[in-house]
């Protein structure tokens, strides 16, 4: 794999998450598309710590002579985390309240001018 | 009109990534790292307020006794941030607590034998296996984020069929309580040392399950906190409208 891979993977990743977000009009596949930008953010921001032939931050006995330099950075792996859990968090507030919105309005899709007016 | 639009948004930004980020020449500020950063290699040398030359497996003494760094920096040298993150989860599932906590559970048909007896048996070792991510997150990759929601994972399994229903009662004493201890292991570094969520204990032989201080103490508070918590989060969804 190039070097570039991983930060490529997660720029296509979150263009991916943008064409959704901006075409999609049903309020789950709006969720989802959101879903797939954060995880492109995220592999982005991990491959930041990363460099050819690095190892994973645990220390162990293998490592010998570069020290502490063979070792992947583990700063935005730690933060990575956090952004995962609150993203996951979120993520389920928005899906409750997805739910809400279409029991109250009898559909899941977004309205708009464009929009024909929702039968009951 | 509308997607010929949002294609030319998401070609131009797209240009925009490659050129600043990944474009040979000016522009590879992103990718062009090829060590750790000052302040990683504090970290992985355990020395951001002492000196190490070397860190070792089997090491004594270290200002931080987790053998994985990624662990140490969540839990020890950026704990108050981890905490935070707790109450950011313990918000969202407050939240949905209060959008969806008067409704009533799905009333499910009796599960067939198949799905009866499987369930429990997936749902046991899946709990099994996340406590273990848990209890070893400073020496494996892992931790009480993964471990809980594997644990929140066995709930859901749970939830589908009719044989063994979690007591929502239950997981919310355990999420309450869980929460509660990680503040007072807080404090007991507040009252030892004068620092919040400073580490109180002896940080042991690098590489041992008891190792690293507070870490594994933190880890199986956080990791019965997220599980108990995601595991309330599915039981609220798995309900019905009036």
């Known amino acids: 794999m190039g070097e570039l891979f991983y930060h490529g993977l997660g720029f296509v990743l979150i263009l991916i998450g943008l064409y959704g977000v901006l075409t999609l009009k049903n309020v789950f596949r709006l969720i989802l598309a959101l879903g797939i930008m954060e995880t492109g953010v995220n592999i982005i921001l991990v491959a930041t710590g990363w460099h050819p032939g690095a190892k994973v931050p645990i220390i162990d006995t293998t490592v010998q ?3 502490f330099a063979a070792y992947a950075d ?3 792996s730690a933060l990575v985390l956090t952004a995962i859990v609150i993203g996951l968090g979120t993520t389920a507030l928005a899906l409750v309240l997805a739910l809400l919105y279409k029991e109250s309005h009898g559909t899941d899709e977004l309205g708009g001018e464009t929009e024909e007016e929702v039968v009951e | 009109m509308r997607q010929t639009a949002a294609l030319l948004a998401v070609l131009g930004i797209g240009w925009f990534f490659y050129a600043n980020a990944m474009a040979p020449g000016a522009g590879r500020g992103l990718t062009d790292r090829r060590v750790p950063s000052k302040v990683s290699m504090a ?7 002492q000196d190490n030359d070397t860190v070792k497996p089997g090491g004594r003494g270290y200002e931080d006794g987790s053998a994985n760094i990624v662990t140490a920096v969540v839990v020890n040298y950026r704990g108050f941030d981890t905490l935070g993150e707790v109450t950011v989860l313990f918000t969202a599932a407050l939240a949905i607590a209060l959008l969806l906590g008067d409704r009533r559970r799905f009333t499910r048909a009796k599960s067939g034998t198949i799905l009866g007896a499987a369930i429990p ?6 709990i099994i296996t996340g406590s273990y991510i848990f209890i070893h997150g400073h020496l494996t ?5 993964p471990g809980g929601a594997m644990i929140a ?5 749970a939830l589908l069929s009719s044989t063994w229903k979690p007591s929502h009662t239950w ?3 355990l999420e309450g309580t869980a929460g509660m201890l990680y503040v007072l292991v807080g404090f007991w570094g507040l009252v030892k040392y004068g620092s919040f969520l400073k580490n109180p204990l002896a940080t042991g032989s690098l590489g041992d399950l008891l190792s690293g201080g507070f870490i594994l103490l933190i880890y199986i508070l956080v990791g019965i906190k997220v599980g108990s918590e995601l595991s309330g989060i599915v039981m609220n969804l798995d309900k019905e409208a009036e």
Do not use: D, E, N, R
């Open chain 2, 141 to 145: 990759p892992g931790g009480g984020f």
């Open chain 2, 43 to 49: 970290y992985l040398s355990k020395s951001v307020s």
């Open chain 2, 153 to 157: 994972a066995g709930t859901a399994l």
């Open chain 1, 74 to 76: 583990p700063l935005p």
């Open chain 2, 121 to 126: 048996l997936v749902a046991f070792f899946l």
């Open chain 1, 65 to 67: 002579g570069a020290g």
């Open chain 2, 171 to 173: 997981v919310k004493v």
